[in-house]
Every structure is written in C-alpha cells, then in structure tokens.
C-alpha cells in the first residue's frame, strides 16, 4: 500500500510565497514521475508542473518563471516552491506520484488528498 500526502496549503495575499511538499511512503520499489496539478472552484483539474526521476522538469505557462519544482530523492518527497502569487492561482494543489510498488513491481499512479491554496487580492 502506498500513501501520499500534502502539506503547505493555506492563505496568502497576492504577491506573497508558499511552498508545497508532498511524501510518498509505503511499499515502493521506485518513484518516476512526481508532479503538482490544481483545480480551481468551477474548472477543470490542470497540470502545474512536474519532474522526472533524473530531475527534467514541465510547468503551465501559467506559473512559468513564479513555480519551481524540486524533489529529493531520498526522501520520496516533491516541492513546489510558489512565489508572486496571485488572486487566481488559488485552488485545490494535487500531487501525483508515478511509481512501480513493491514487491510485485506494478506501476501505480497515486494521487494525494489535495492542500488548498488561497490567494488574497
């Protein structure tokens, strides 16, 4: 069995940083892909950014330049570090983790329960 589980969340005025983290533990054999998705109130989940287990990253125009995405390894944990935040980056953050689960070696796609993020205006 394998758990995800965010922390971070919580409210900040526009123009102020937040950093989101996101652990993995259980039965994992190896971790692929990590990445952060939102959903704000009324739309559609979209990706925000993620990173490959060598360390490539992806980000939505939408956070280019404003997100980074980080994780360690060794810690089965993924960062997204988020600053000059604005009123619509608020929403649900998701992380999703790509992984192959021990001992039968199955590739699981685990989401976590989600951390909300508001932004003052």
Known sequence: QVQVVESGGGLVQAGGSLRLS???????????????YRQ?????????ATITSGGSTNYADSVKGRFT???????????LQMNSLK??????????????SSPWLRYLEVW?????????S
């Open 22 to 36: 996101c652990a993995a533990s259980g039965s994992i054999f190896s971790i692929n892909a990590m990445g952060w």
């Open 69 to 79: 995405i980080s994780r360690d390894n060794a810690k089965n944990t993924v960062y």
């Open 87 to 100: 009123p619509e980056d608020t929403a649900v953050y998701y992380c999703n983790v790509d992984l192959v």
């Open 40 to 48: 704000a109130p009324g739309k559609q989940r979209e990706l925000v």
């Open 112 to 120: 976590g329960q989600g951390t909300l993020v508001t932004v003052s």
